[in-house]
Nanobody, 124 residues
Framework: QVQVVESGGGVVQAGGSLRLSCTASGLTFDAYAMGWFRQAPGKEREGVSCISRSGGYKYYADSVKGRFTISRDNAKTTLYFQMNSLKPEDTAMYYC?????????????????WGQGTQVTVSS
């Protein structure tokens, strides 16, 4: 049984930082690209960053480029998301997902395994 579990969300003031983690079990972790998606109330789920199986390729949406960093540790089957210089518009539920590849077109439908999400709230 595949399990994907996010952690590290919370409430932070604008300009602050958070580090999200995502552990995956029940799948061959290094056989999957991994991604972070987010969904704010009343908005569609959007892909913000993904990383290839080896970690050699990373994609960032323009809205987070230069502020957020994605990384993975295949030995620990863990995905990370370092979020710096947070803004109120970053407030959303953040989801970790596993899929076959990482591209600039991060469609949620392309990712087959999902966690339950972790809430990030940035206060102004």
């Amino acid at each position: 049984q595949v399990q994907v579990v996010e952690s590290g969300g919370g409430v932070v003031q604008a300009g602050g930082s958070l580090r999200l983690s995502c552990t995956a079990s029940g799948l061959t972790f290094d056989a999957y690209a991994m991604g972070w998606f987010r969904q704010a109330p009343g908005k569609e789920r959007e892909g913000v960053s993904c990383i290839s199986r080896s970690g050699g390729y990373k994609y960032y949406a323009d809205s987070v480029k230069g502020r957020f960093t994605i990384s993975r540790d295949n030995a620990k089957t863990t995905l990370y998301f370092q979020m710096n210089s947070l803004k109120p518009e970053d407030t959303a539920m953040y989801y970790c997902a596993a899929g076959p590849y990482c591209t600039t077109n991060m469609r949620p439908s392309a990712f087959g395994y999902w966690g339950q999400g972790t809430q990030v709230t940035v206060s102004s």
